[in-house]
């Protein structure tokens, strides 16, 4: 739930309150624009609980994107708004690893995928540090959304 001092930041926002799931337990708070969190995010999240499936064992790793210089803000609070989401998956099982990056735009947000090194260069976060560098920087085709 949305902290009361935020609520009316949302109210008055193009973005919905939107989650971006890390696993049953921890949940991150995001600002999605609806046609993305309602679209092909949802599809990405449907792809990759169904390779879960299929897998077994996959870790995942979801996060934002701040590439607008300046950050896109809403609000009297000013809360961040990301220019982008993603989601990198790794695979135990096949020891491989890549990332869906969508951008946040209001209408027809489309998403990309990158290797995890690609990634890491261009928000600065590993989501797999004990990962090897080969393996980070190897291109897996992950299902489209």
């Given at each position: 739930?949305?902290?009361?001092?935020?609520?009316?930041?949302?109210?008055?926002?193009?973005?919905?309150?939107?989650?971006?799931?890390?696993?049953?337990?921890?949940?991150?708070?995001?600002?999605?624009?609806?046609?993305?969190?309602?679209?092909?995010?949802?599809?990405?999240?449907?792809?990759?609980?169904?390779?879960?499936?299929?897998?077994?064992?996959?870790?995942?790793?979801?996060?934002?994107?701040?590439?607008?210089?300046?950050?896109?803000?809403?609000?009297?609070?000013?809360?961040?708004?990301?220019?982008?989401?993603?989601?990198?998956?790794y695979?135990?099982?096949?020891?491989?690893?890549?990332?869906?990056?969508?951008?946040?735009?209001?209408?027809?947000?489309?998403?990309?995928?990158?290797?995890v090194?690609?990634?890491?260069?261009?928000?600065?976060?590993?989501?797999?540090?004990?990962?090897?560098?080969q393996?980070?920087?190897?291109?897996?085709?992950?299902?489209?959304?």
């Amino acid at each position: 739930m949305i902290p009361a001092s935020l609520q009316q930041t949302y109210r008055h926002s193009s973005y919905p309150e939107s989650w971006l799931p890390i696993d049953s337990e921890l949940n991150t708070k995001c600002n999605c624009s609806a046609s993305l969190n309602e679209g092909i995010w949802s599809r990405v999240e449907r792809r990759v609980r169904d390779m879960a499936d299929d897998e077994g064992e996959l870790y995942v790793v979801t996060g934002p994107a701040f590439h607008l210089r300046p950050i896109q803000t809403m609000g009297h609070d000013r809360v961040y708004v990301p220019s982008s989401t993603w989601k990198a998956v790794y695979s135990p099982s096949k020891n491989k690893a890549s990332a869906y990056v969508c951008k946040n735009a209001q209408q027809h947000p489309h998403c990309t995928q990158v290797t995890v090194a690609t990634l890491i260069r261009n928000v600065g976060i590993d989501p797999f540090p004990a990962v090897s560098a080969q393996i980070k920087a190897q291109a897996w085709k992950l299902p489209a959304p």
